[in-house]
């Protein structure tokens, strides 16, 4: 817990006790310091507004800072000096409410541009929290205001004790101040009007009902109380919402103004519906549709106008929609952050505060899931509505600890410049039985069910195999990830022909210019470094030759100044984004510089088509991976003279003209509108795949309560999109994630990167070999259709069961240890590997990851004659977390030498011995040896028993692999896996 001591350089006389309207005084006034700690500063006061009512205060301490008076009463001039000013203040009696907001009311000179502080503390110089806000003086008119809202710091252990109680009453608050300029002698100058602080009006349950408007559909009721907030909004036989404060108006400089501060009129225009007027006079006068249906509750802006100076750059509708956290029972808070995260009831009732957006949200819905009813928010804009406005979402958890109710709210652009005004789209609550409801009601009320169906997206030779294929990732610079192959990729064609398993959707990188990833975007048509466009085709001729399918890398989005193509464009002062400042926007990737690029300009854009037309046209290829056009933010548009959001509309319309020419995938998950053309998404859907999110999830946080993973992000549209893990990570190479892309309706990817570390440990291929019946066998069954069902079976949210159309169930342990989980009907149960699965369809087992005790990682088993039987020894590189490589073969063997001329009579000899190199003996075991690769080499076994590896006669060069397994007992041991080139040398 943070404790802190007030910095007293000067200290003032505190004020004495006043009564407050809000609540009755708990505790007797502050004593005052000694008389000599009295400064000539203390004759100067600043005005504490309290629930409405008015105290001029002097300060309690300064620091680097003084007051003076400005000749208007209340008003105090604050001169902060020095890069850290602060000035207290005491309240004139402990204030028990729960605190809505502070504002500091600013007036008279233009202040400095920097951050201002917010420091709550109680009686006993606790630090309560601290909250930050910005100070602007871009349009400054004489008076304006800085809000800070303490419902933000729900995510902060106030009392020490871990469990985010907040500490009441509260005493003193602290304004601080850190100018930008930090290192300038010029003082930051303040003409405080007020400082205001404000009660959130009570316990919900407490609001006055007396006299409110009853709105009625069917069943459905709602109160619309005189002061515009909905009050017991109840659906399918149950209260969803005691209660949802309307609207909230934010300025482009983060002010806040509020619907409990407006004069309300409420007016019925039919049984099921009402217009909610709110005018907050100098800020802004709203008109609101509210609407009831049938479980749902309808909230619209028809109409908004800038009353201010500065801008309104977003609405928040509602400002926050309370929901009571049951006694006992499942309770989650899902969020669409990274794929999904699950937020556990515990979480919630210790007050969690948070804000979600796009681009790492992939839809537009947040929601509240329990055991037999769920509730979300989400605005209707489906495609066909013009402009795309991107929204924000959250938690609000404040009355979490005193009321038990969380909350959720929503908020969406607005840009309405001041004398302006506009209307927004409407933003639904929607109550249902389960989560999948909401994403029904989702669908429809955007139109997305009238989408095309991922099938539909695909021609007929992507239709019949892509459904069964690993996205298997080959970076041209680095074939096979060692030093040995680095800068060569002729080892990429030799991989190709020699990996088992498939088919495989292989996606090429790092094929163009000069091969560097990351650098000369977009000269991907330029194929220097492979020798020459057939060397290209050849690539791509080996593939399919293979029965696989070609994709390669683009980004269509960020581009290189020292390109051909940019030159040949103009540069990019022609072709690039601005901001709002109208500069160039900048990003770096692999500490390499380059500038996004506005492709809805002529030449962009004919480039970036022409370049699709020629991959598929020239050389075959089956798809296109365009990188990044799902995690672009909206900001981008000062030079085309177009509001924030217009750079998203001219993303999705490029991708939709780019889909027509080849199915297009992308990494990131934002934005799904962008879902309506694409074929595929490679993003982060799932956290356990990076390692700076993965200690996150499937373990206790700091307040000792579980945040888990769940697949909003794959399941809203299912049937839409082939969902893919992050191509430019990790595969999916521990058992962890195995489960999770399975209960995620992932389909599989790994990288060819990592197959030298593969062979180190002795997994060679097989991992790959296990990807790819575990694709064929289970994930290919769900690709395409539409999940229906997902659901965490245990209290520990450590067994999941997920269900897609067509009868396709998986079980899923995400347990480090083995666990028996139950099969269909009255099958019993299966005890799986250390987070195993299994699969089923139409009620009958299929597939499974099944325990061993002679091997932890266990084995994939298909359900043959009433059990499963095992099919292949299952070798990840981890059994869970960030990728160790601690999974390795049970012998070492060795083939010497390791390559071999092609042509001739010399072989390898073929050695085993422990993993740690000591000898073995292999005297009563049966020894198995498994030869796989082109038809190139075969064994031999000498009189002595020594066994060889020798080529076969004609001179064929290529990759062998051998593997030996050793029984004993009827206990297999599996040698590791040796490759042997054949070589021309």
Same mark, same amino acid.
């Given at each position: 817990m943070k404790r802190r001591t007030f910095l007293a350089t000067t200290a003032a006389v505190s004020a004495p006790a006043v009564a407050l309207s809000a609540a009755p005084a708990v505790a007797a006034p502050l004593a005052a310091p000694a008389p000599g700690d009295a400064s000539s500063a203390a004759a100067e006061t600043v005005r504490l507004v309290i629930d409405g009512i008015s105290h001029d205060l002097p300060p309690t301490t300064v620091h680097n800072t003084t007051l003076a008076a400005t000749g208007t009463a209340g008003q105090a001039r604050v001169t902060m000096t020095g890069p850290y000013s602060e000035f207290s203040m005491a309240f004139p009696s402990p204030y028990v409410p729960g605190l809505a907001r502070v504002s500091v009311w600013l007036t008279g000179v233009t202040p400095k541009k920097g951050n201002l502080w917010l420091k709550l503390f109680d009686g006993d110089s606790e630090e309560w929290g601290t909250l930050a806000s910005r100070v602007d003086p871009a349009g400054f008119d004489g008076r304006t205001r800085v809000t800070f809202e303490p419902q933000r710091l729900a995510r902060m252990t106030w009392s020490g004790k871990g469990d985010g109680r907040l500490t009441h009453p509260l005493r003193r608050l602290v304004l601080v101040f850190f100018p930008d300029d930090k290192q300038s002698a010029d003082p930051l100058v303040l003409d405080i009007d007020s400082v205001e602080v404000v009660g959130d009006g009570g316990p919900v349950a407490g609001w006055s009902r007396t006299g409110a408007l009853e709105l009625t559909s069917g069943a459905d009721r709602v109160l619309v109380d005189g002061h515009g907030r909905l009050l017991d909004w109840t659906s399918g036989g149950r209260v969803q919402s005691p209660g949802v404060l309307p609207l909230a108006v934010y300025y482009d400089n983060g002010t806040g103004v509020f619907s409990d501060e407006a004069t309300v009129d409420v007016t019925r225009v039919a049984a099921d519906e009402a217009r909610v007027g709110l005018t907050v006079p100098g800020f802004f006068a709203a008109e609101l549709a509210v609407r009831l249906r049938a479980g749902r509750l309808e909230l619209r802006p028809t109409a908004i106008r800038n009353l201010w100076s500065r801008p309104i750059l977003r609405i928040t509708c509602p400002e926050v929609a309370y929901r009571v956290i049951p006694a006992e029972g =499942?309770?989650? %808070?899902?969020? &669409?952050?990274?794929? %999904?995260?699950?937020? +556990?009831?515990s979480v919630l009732a210790g007050g969690f505060y948070a804000n979600?957006?796009? &681009? +790492? $949200? =992939? #839809?537009d819905l947040i929601l509240f899931e329990e055991d037999d009813s769920?509730? %979300?928010?989400?605005?209707?804009? &489906? $495609?066909? /509505?013009?402009?795309?406005? &991107?929204?924000?979402?959250?938690?609000?958890? @404040?009355? $979490?600890? !005193? !009321?038990?109710? +969380? %909350?959720?709210? #929503?908020?969406?652009? /607005?840009?309405?410049?001041?004398g302006g005004s506009g209307g927004l789209p409407a933003t639904r609550l929607v109550a249902g039985g389960t989560a999948f409801d909401l994403f029904a009601a989702y669908r429809a009320d955007n139109e997305v069910d009238s989408w095309r169906g991922l099938s539909d997206k695909l021609g007929p030779r992507l239709r019949a195999g892509l459904p069964d294929a690993v996205h298997l990732k080959v970076d041209l610079w680095q074939p096979t990830g060692g030093t040995w192959a680095t800068g060569r990729p002729e080892a990429a064609l030799e991989y190709l022909r020699a990996v088992p398993g498939g088919p495989y959707s292989v996606e090429l990188a790092s094929y163009y210019s000069d091969g560097q990833h990351d650098h000369h975007y977009p000269d991907f048509l330029t194929f220097d470094y492979l020798g020459g466009p057939? !060397?290209?085709?050849?690539?791509?001729?080996?593939?399919?030759?293979?029965? #696989?399918? @070609?994709?390669?890398y683009t980004n269509p989005t960020w581009w290189h100044p020292d390109s051909r193509a940019v030159a040949e464009l103009g540069g990019v002062e022609r072709i690039g984004i601005r901001d709002g400042h109208g500069k160039l926007v900048t990003k770096t990737h692999t500490d390499n510089l380059g500038y996004l690029i506005g492709g809805w300009r002529k030449a962009p854009r004919a480039l970036i088509l022409d370049q699709l037309r020629t991959f598929r046209d020239t050389y075959g290829l089956d798809m296109m991976f365009q990188d990044e056009i799902a995690r672009r933010e909206y900001d981008y548009s000062a030079d085309f003279c177009a509001p924030p959001y217009a750079y998203c509309e001219k993303l999705v319309e490029q991708t939709a003209q780019s889909a027509a020419i080849l199915p297009i995938g992308t990494e990131g998950v934002g934005g799904d509108r962008l879902f309506q053309t694409l074929a595929s998404s490679l993003g982060f859907f799932l956290n356990t795949m990076q390692g700076d999110r993965a200690n996150t999830y499937d373990g206790p946080n700091r307040n000792g309560v579980v945040v888990q993973q769940w697949p909003l992000g794959t399941g809203v549209m299912h049937d839409k999109v082939a969902f893919y893990p992050h191509n430019l990570d990790r595969g999916v190479d521990t058992t962890e994630n195995l489960s999770w892309a399975l209960a995620f309706g992932l389909n599989l990817h790994y990288q060819a990167q990592h197959m030298e570390r593969d062979f180190r440990a002795g997994r060679g291929f097989e991992m790959l070999k296990g990807l790819s019946l575990v694709q064929r066998r289970v994930a290919g069954r769900y690709f395409g259709r539409k999940m229906t069902a997902f659901r965490y079976l245990t209290e520990d949210l450590k067994v999941s069961r997920t269900v897609f159309d067509g009868g396709v169930e998986i079980v899923a342990s995400h347990d480090i240890q083995p666990r028996a989980l139950s099969l269909p009907g009255n099958l019993g149960t299966v005890t799986v590997a250390p987070h195993g699965f299994v699969a089923s369809e139409h009620g009958t087992p299929t597939y499974a990851l099944i325990d061993d005790a002679h091997h932890r990682p266990g084995h994939l088993a298909r359900w043959t004659g009433g059990r499963f039987v095992p099919e292949l020894a299952w070798y990840p590189a981890d059994l869970a977390g960030y990728r160790s490589d601690t999974i390795h073969a049970d012998l070492r063997l060795t083939a010497t030498p390791a390559e071999l001329p092609a042509a001739g009579t010399t072989r390898a000899a073929l050695a085993l011995a422990a993993w740690d190199? /000591?000898?073995?003996?292999l005297s009563g075991a049966d020894i198995e040896w498994e030869i796989e690769g082109r038809p190139i080499a075969h064994l031999v076994t000498d009189a002595d028993g020594s066994v060889w590896l020798a080529p076969n006669p004609g001179g064929a060069t290529g990759w062998v692999t051998v593997r030996a397994v050793v +029984?004993?007992?009827?206990?297999?041991?599996?040698s590791g896996v040796e490759l042997v080139k054949l070589t021309d040398g």
């Open positions: =499942t309770m989650l %808070g899902i969020a &669409p952050k990274w794929g %999904g995260l699950a937020h +556990t009831r979600y957006g796009m &681009p +790492t $949200a =992939t #839809h769920a509730l %979300g928010v989400y605005s209707v804009q &489906p $495609a066909s /509505a013009k402009p795309y406005r &991107p929204t924000q979402f959250g938690f609000v958890g @404040a009355r $979490a600890r !005193e !009321e038990s109710l +969380t %909350g959720l709210m #929503h908020r969406l652009d /607005a840009w309405i410049a001041p057939a !060397e290209f085709q050849r690539l791509i001729d080996t593939i399919h030759d293979g029965g #696989h399918y @070609a994709s390669a190199g /000591a000898p073995v003996d +029984t004993r007992d009827g206990v297999p041991a599996y």
